[in-house]
Nanobody, 123 residues
Framework: VQLQASGGGLVQAGGSLRLSCATS????????MGWFRQAPGKEREFVAADTWSGDMTRYADSVQGRFTFSRDNAKNTVYLQMNSLKPEDTAVYFC?????????????????WGQGTLVTVSS
């Protein structure tokens, strides 16, 4: 399975971006999907994820109410809508896929990773 994240860029604080993650070599509906981010000098951290069935979604406390995870299985793509962005949201954002049917919220829960897309939020 290959994952391709896109949609990052430079945005002012308070602005919005939508990240996309396209899967190939597999069907996104068979995987639980997640978004993580890594800021310079910091560890990769959980942002949002859902189960393969889409019946459960979880968010990090730091993004709850501002970010929205969604998926379009017909397009084998998942999205992360990011609103009310803050400078502390600046990071490289990664999408990931897991084969287990449960919801994953740790780096070690995921089997496949995309290459990351950079989000920079200016103050």
């Amino acid at each position: 399975v290959q994952l391709q994240a896109s949609g990052g860029g430079l945005v002012q604080a308070g602005g919005s971006l939508r990240l996309s993650c396209a899967t190939s070599g597999g069907t996104s509906s068979r995987y639980g999907m997640g978004w993580f981010r890594q800021a310079p000098g910091k560890e990769r951290e959980f942002v949002a994820a859902d189960t393969w069935s889409g019946d459960m979604t979880r968010y990090a406390d730091s993004v709850q109410g501002r970010f929205t995870f969604s998926r379009d299985n017909a397009k084998n793509t998942v999205y992360l809508q990011m609103n009310s962005l803050k400078p502390e949201d600046t990071a490289v954002y990664f999408c990931a896929a897991r084969l287990n049917v449960g919801l994953g919220y740790r780096v070690g829960h995921y089997d496949y990773w995309g290459q990351g897309t950079l989000v920079t939020v200016s103050s």
